[in-house]
C-alpha cells in the first residue's frame, strides 16, 4: 500500500444508513486523517449530510448508484441484479484497485456472495471465512468461520487457522497467536472427523502459529487461546450465544440494582467503576466481522450499529489494509506439496 | 408408578464421591421425604458416612460394587469390563424394575453408552438424547441434545422435539411449550438440509407442542422458546459458551467492585440484591442432565458438584419419574404410518 489509502464505503447499507455511515466516517477520520472515502449509494441523501462535515467531504468523493440492496433479499437475488448497488460498486471499487478495502453494514449473505464473485479467493484459499474478535477473561481473542460456510472439511479448517492467525497478529498485534479447534471435548479421539483430520494436519504442519488442540465453548470467553477455528454453523450459534448470554447479565444486572434502595445507591456509588466495565464490553467497540481470504478486504459492520460502531469498523479495515493482512496469508499459506511439484515439472518443461 | 419411588444413586461417580452422594441424598430427602434409595459402591466408604445420618440410613440399601469408572475412561473401555462398577449396577436396577430412575455424578461417556446398553431406546426414538434447562430473561428453558449425537438427521431431530416437549411439561410444568429448531437465521432457506427437513415435519405433524421454526443462539438466553432443538455437537458447544460467558461477565463484575473504595462500598449496599440474582444463576440450580429416550430414567450431574448440586439432581430425578415422563413419550411420539398398518396385517393374520 504506497500513498493514501482510500476506503470503500456503501453507504445505503445498514439500519440507520445513510446518516450513520457518513457519521461513522466523519469519527473515523479524526483517528486515521490519512483516508480518503468513496461513498456509494444516493447522492441526493449523501450530499447534504456531507455538506454539513467540510473535513470529511474534502477527503470523499460520491459515487452515485440508483439502487441499495435490501436487508432481506436474498443473496442469489442481490448477485443476479445487484449491479448497479452501492454494496456491489463498493466492492467493484476494491476489484479495480480505486480502493483498498471496502466497508458495508447491509446485508450480510448479499455482501459475502458479491465479495466472493467479484474479489475471488487468494491463492491457496478454497473458501473465504467471516472473523470476528471479542472480549475474553484474557483480552480479545478471534473467532472464525462465523457463517459463510456450514459445512467445513480438513482443509477449510486448516486454512482458517492459518488466516485468523494472521489476522490475530494483524489487528490484535500477537507476535505468535495461539489456534484451537472448537470440538465436545478436548481429547484426541472427540468430535467429527473433519476436526481431527484438520487437528492432525495443524500438528505436522510448520506454520506461524502455535496450535494448542482443541477447546470447547467455554475456553471462548476464558480466552483459552487466540484463535478459535470453527465451522460457519457452529461459530455463528456459538457467537450469538454468547451474544444472548451477555445480554441476559446486563438485565438480570440492571434488575438487580434496581431491586431496592440500597442497591439503586450501592449503584451510584460503583457508577464509575461500571462505566469502564460498559466500556471494555461495549459491542459496539466488537463491531466489524472481517471477509477472510479473498483478493481484497471487506469488513461487514453490524447493520444496527450506530456512528461509533461503524468508525471501529472503519478502523477494523484500516488496521487489515495498511498492515498487509492479505500479503501474509499469501506468504504463510502451505502450498500443498503436488502442486509445488507440478508448478516444477512445468517449469522444466 | 405405584407406592414408593426408589432412587438408584452411583455412589462413586464424581470428583467428591462418596461424601458429596451421601450428603446430596440427604439433602434431598428433606423436600421428598417419600423416597428410598439404592446406593452402589463401596460399602467400607459408604457405610461410616450413612451411619451418621440415622434418616437416611434408614430409606437406603448400599449395594456393594468392588470397582468405579474413572472419570478419564474411555465409554467402549468401560462399556467392556464394567460390569462391576457402581455405575453399571446402578443402571442394571432401573433395567431391573428395582429402581424408577438413576442418578450418576460420573464419567458422561461411559455413563451415556452404558444407559443406551441396559436400558434401550424407547419405542419410536432412534437416539437418546442429552436435555438440560438453564436460566433465560423470560425464565427456563430446555435444550436437547447436549453431546449425545453429535451428527443428526431430521428424524432424529423432531423426536428431540417430542422428548424436550415432554420434558418441559414435565419439570418446569409448562402446559404447551413452544420448540425452536437452532439455526443460523430464523427464514426458511438457511441451515442445513436436516435442520430444514426437520422443520417442515414439524410445522405438518400435529404434536401436543408449538413450533415456533428456526431460533439463532442469541435467542436461547433470552427466553424466545421454550424447548430448543440442536445436534449433540452445536448443543454442546452453546452450552458451554454460555457457561463460559456468565463465568466471563461474573469476574469483570469482581473486578468492577474491586476497583475502587466506592465501588466496593456500593457491593455493600447492594448485596442483599447481588445475593438474589446469584441465587437465581447458580450453576447447581440448573445441575442434572437428563438422558431422554431410553426405557428407564437417567440423570447425569455435573461431575464436579457438591451436595447442594446433587441434590438437585436429585430432584429433578425425582419429577421425571413421578410425573410418568417416559409413559408422555411413549403416547406421544408419532408412529411411522407404516408401523401401524402392518401391526394391524399381523393382528389380523
Known amino acids: 500500500m504506497s500513498g493514501r489509502l482510500t476506503i470503500a464505503l456503501d453507504a445505503m447499507g445498514g439500519d440507520h444508513a445513510p446518516d450513520m455511515v457518513v457519521a461513522g466516517a466523519a469519527l473515523a477520520r479524526e483517528r486515521h486523517p490519512g483516508v480518503d472515502y468513496l461513498m456509494f449509494g444516493d447522492e441526493h441523501r449523501i450530499g447534504p449530510l456531507l455538506a454539513r462535515r467540510p473535513g470529511l467531504r474534502d477527503v470523499t468523493t460520491i459515487q452515485h448508484t440508483p439502487d441499495a440492496v435490501s436487508g432481506d433479499a436474498k443473496a442469489a437475488v442481490a448477485l443476479r441484479g445487484g449491479r448497479n448497488t452501492s454494496m456491489r460498486r463498493a466492492i467493484d471499487a476494491v476489484a479495480e484497485g480505486r480502493a483498498g478495502v471496502v466497508v458495508s453494514a447491509g446485508n450480510t449473505g448479499a455482501l459475502m456472495a458479491m465479495a466472493k464473485m467479484v474479489l475471488k479467493t487468494l491463492p491457496g484459499i478454497d473458501r473465504p471465512a467471516i472473523a470476528s474478535f471479542f472480549p475474553t477473561q484474557r483480552g480479545e481473542s478471534v473467532m472464525l468461520d462465523l457463517g459463510a460456510n456450514l459445512e467445513c472439511d480438513a482443509d477449510n479448517l486448516v486454512q482458517f487457522a492459518v488466516m485468523g492467525s494472521a489476522f490475530a497478529r494483524t489487528v490484535l498485534g500477537l507476535i505468535e497467536p495461539t489456534v484451537g479447534l472448537l470440538n465436545v471435548g478436548s481429547e484426541d ?3 467429527h472427523e473433519a476436526i481431527r483430520e484438520a487437528a492432525a494436519r495443524l500438528r505436522t504442519l510448520t506454520l506461524p502459529l502455535r496450535f494448542h488442540g482443541f477447546v470447547e465453548g467455554n475456553d471462548i470467553a476464558a480466552g483459552k ?5 470453527t465451522d460457519g454453523f457452529t461459530g455463528n450459534v456459538a457467537l450469538k ?3 444472548g448470554t451477555a445480554r441476559l ?3 438480570l444486572l440492571r434488575r438487580t440494582f434496581e431491586a431496592s434502595f440500597l442497591a439503586r445507591l450501592g449503584y451510584l456509588l460503583a457508577r464509575p467503576a461500571f462505566k469502564k ?3 471494555r464490553t461495549d459491542p459496539r467497540r466488537y463491531n466489524g466481522a472481517m471477509f477472510l481470504g479473498l483478493r481484497g478486504i471487506c469488513v461487514k459492520s453490524h447493520g444496527g ?5 461503524f468508525a471501529n469498523a472503519i478502523g477494523v479495515a484500516f488496521d487489515l489494509a495498511t498492515q498487509g493482512f492479505n500479503e501474509r496469508i499469501k506468504e504463510e499459506m502451505p502450498r500443498p506439496g503436488a502442486t509445488t511439484g507440478s508448478d516444477i515439472d512445468a517449469a522444466a518443461v
Chains 1, 2 share one sequence.
Open 249 to 251: 447479565y446486563s438485565e
Open 225 to 229: 487461546v487466540d484463535v478459535i477455528v
Open 241 to 243: 450465544t454468547a451474544e
Open 277 to 279: 466495565l460498559k466500556a
Open 305 to 309: 450499529t450506530d456512528e461509533i460502531g
Open 189 to 191: 479421539q472427540k468430535g
